[in-house]
């Protein structure tokens, strides 16, 4: 009985706990409210470019702090998706159509162009995509129209979710790679 204890506590002792990524501890300490980890887990160019009371204050804001978190694990999951433990929830379909029409209204067309279909963005470049939200007629109308539409249930079928917009057409978002992304916003 003694040698069995003798060895459980070895074997408890040489054991060690899994290691977490830089990225998921700089997150983990993030969703916390670890303030003091996180800045200690920044890179040293950060931490001499940013003032650490600058940065605890922005960060003591709780939901400033989960959109940071939120942004930085979407970019992990789309550029580096092996530092990531703890995937980002998965999107909904309507919040793809949500996050393209406040990126075009913001005039930020690099993030408009990520939230369209892969078919969508071998199409268009951040600048013919800028252009068409702000030259065609009747584009705020048509935003206003597609969000209202994304706030009724949609129709899925498959790998799309379409919703049927009053005039005809549809608003359509297809899921690519687990994330939805726009087709249409007919």
Do not use: K
């Not at 703890?86 to 406040?102: K, N």
């Not at 584009?139 to 129209?145: H, V």
């Amino acid at each position: 009985m003694r040698v069995l204890t003798v060895l459980l506590l070895l074997a408890a002792g040489c054991s060690t706990a899994p290691r977490v990524s830089p990225a998921e501890a700089y997150l983990g300490a993030l969703e916390r409210d670890d303030l003091d980890t996180a800045w200690s887990l920044t890179s040293t160019r950060y931490r001499q470019q940013t003032d650490r009371a600058s940065y605890v204050a922005r960060m003591s804001d709780p939901a400033a702090r989960a959109a940071h978190v939120a942004r930085m694990r979407a970019a992990l999951l789309d550029a580096a998706p092996e530092l990531l433990d703890v995937l980002p929830p998965p999107a909904q379909p309507a919040e793809a159509v949500r996050a393209l029409v406040r990126a075009a209204r913001a005039g930020d067309f690099v993030v408009a162009l990520r939230w369209l279909a892969a078919s969508e963005r071998t199409r268009y470049t951040q600048e013919r995509l800028a252009r068409d939200f702000q030259s065609a007629p009747g584009t705020e109308l048509r935003l206003s129209i597609a969000l209202a539409a994304v706030e009724r249930p949609g129709e899925t079928a498959g790998n799309e979710t379409r919703w049927a917009l009053p005039g005809g057409g549809a608003v359509r978002v297809v899921i690519e790679d687990g994330s939805p992304r726009v087709l249409a916003l007919e």
